[in-house]
């Protein structure tokens, strides 16, 4: 990554950093959160966790307007501490899970693309990693 390019998005998450992990990386935890507002959906993620394993997970606008899939390979897989995604064009996109107190510290460091401008990439990662967030934290509500 480019440090000077590079954007940084964080959240905190009250859960270890194994589950963290775990609802970060597994499928059926990714369309849950993988979106950042609600006219937004995920309706399909596939993972082969491994490095050099593929990622894809498929974002829809809920009315059907618009799709994409975001792609890329794993360069790194550290559980539960780190995971690295290599996009499809080459930025990359490095996330941390550093316990912090009783919960987790979870930070996303990622090379920008050039279309967006680097406010719009921000909020929108953050957003994502916002749902996500409300994602652990309703996870956590059901197992207490």
């Given at each position: ?37 609600p006219d937004w959906h995920c309706p399909s993620a596939d993972v082969d966790l491994r490095v050099g394993g593929r990622h894809t997970a498929r974002m829809e606008a ?83």
């Open positions: 990554m480019t440090e000077d390019r590079s954007i940084t998005v964080t959240t905190r998450v009250e859960a270890i950093p194994q589950e963290a992990w775990t609802a970060f990386t597994s499928p059926g935890a990714i369309t849950q959160w993988n979106f950042a507002s809920r009315d059907g307007s618009m799709g994409f899939d975001l792609t890329g390979t794993y360069d790194e897989v550290d559980p539960p501490h780190a995971v690295t995604l290599v996009l499809d064009d080459g930025r990359r996109a490095r996330t941390t899970f550093e316990p912090d107190g009783e919960g987790t510290r979870v930070t996303t460091v990622f090379d920008p693309e050039n279309t967006h401008s680097r406010e719009m990439q921000h909020d929108g990662w953050q957003a994502i990693l916002d749902s996500y967030a409300a994602y652990v934290s309703r996870q956590q509500e059901t197992l207490s």
